[in-house]
């Protein structure tokens, strides 16, 4: 199946309705039934303001990235971006063509991509 890998990335303290804002995006994705999504804390990095943060110092804390992504088709990134957007949220994200499928699979699944397809 073609789709999407879509990623945003926010500070870890970054809130909306008083929830973490990745927490919230997990939440209202599962709500929308995107089949699944992740979240992960980042070790160190910089972003437009080009100031290095790094998981050891304890000054820093809630100053890292939160990467919440998904693997998404046509209409679910649609309107999980839609509804960032209706928020008005300031949040940088990067969707990536992808083809997704599972090996396998069992009723409910995603369709079948063939391994040579997945591989080539």
Do not use: C
């Amino acid at each position: 199946m073609d789709g999407h890998f879509l990623r945003f990335y926010v500070h870890e303290n970054q809130r909306i309705h008083h929830s973490l804002l990745w927490e919230w995006l997990l939440l209202q994705a599962n709500k929308m039934g995107i089949r699944g999504g992740s979240a992960f804390r980042a070790m160190a990095g910089f972003g437009s303001h080009h100031m290095l943060h790094e998981d050891h110092f304890f000054e820093l804390a809630g100053t890292l990235a939160i990467e919440v992504q998904f693997v998404v088709d046509e209409d679910e990134a649609g309107r999980l971006l839609e509804l960032v957007e209706r928020e008005n949220l300031r949040v940088f994200y990067a969707l990536i063509p992808a083809r997704f499928g599972v090996l396998n699979p069992t009723s409910g699944d995603p369709g079948p991509v063939s391994a040579l397809e997945s591989h080539g």
